[in-house]
């Protein structure tokens, strides 16, 4: 498994963007109220921020800590990975939420200061569980050991496969 690129991150904040302006410009063009976020939103992925990188510092513990203790590797991948989808959903929702500010701040009419607060919060909500999950998926790596396989071929050092 690769760590989350940067570029990723960056392609799902701007796609997310992208929705949020869209979907207010759509909206607000059929007549309807624009999209604001719910005042939970922001709270539960701060949570979430937080649960993933509690699920994630026993397995460096495990690993690195003092005394170094058996891991299930499938609790460290599922682990992992849940860290790597929240950091990608942190990204995109936070850019769905910076979408719907910059519709927001560009509207003739001045925002109410409770939307304007909700989708601030949300995209500060955002960045938290983003960097969370960066964070717990830098957590949940180990280090190479000496058996493992080479870079590039596929095979442990010093094994053949048997045909």
Same mark, same amino acid.
């Given at each position: 498994?690769?760590? +989350? ?7 799902a ?8 302006? #869209?979907?207010?410009?759509?909206? +607000? ?8 976020? +719910? ?24 690993t690195?800590?003092?005394v ?10 599922r ?17 769905l ?6 519709f ?19 995209? &500060? ?7 969370? #999950?960066?964070? #717990? ?7 190479? $050991?000496?058996? $493992? ?6 095979? &442990? ?7």
């Open positions: 498994m690769k760590r +989350t690129s940067p570029a990723v991150l960056a392609t904040a701007v796609l997310g963007a992208g929705l949020g302006f #869209a979907i207010d410009q759509a909206l +607000t063009a059929s007549g309807n109220a624009t999209f604001t976020p +719910t005042a939970t939103l922001p709270i539960l992925l701060a949570l979430l921020g937080g649960l993933v990188l509690a699920l994630a510092i026993p397995i460096r513990r495990a690195r800590g003092p170094r203790t058996p891991i299930d590797p499938f609790r460290a991948v682990v992992a990975m849940l860290s790597k989808a929240a950091s990608i959903v942190g990204a995109a929702v936070g850019g939420s910076v979408g719907l500010l910059i927001l701040l560009t509207r003739p009419v001045v925002p109410s200061v409770s939307s304007m607060g909700a989708v601030i919060a949300t995209v &500060a909500a955002c960045a938290l569980l983003t960097a969370c #999950a960066l964070v #717990a998926e830098n957590l949940c790596t180990i280090r190479k $050991d000496d058996d $493992d396989d080479q870079p590039g071929t596929g095979e &442990a050092a010093g094994d053949t496969l048997a045909h």
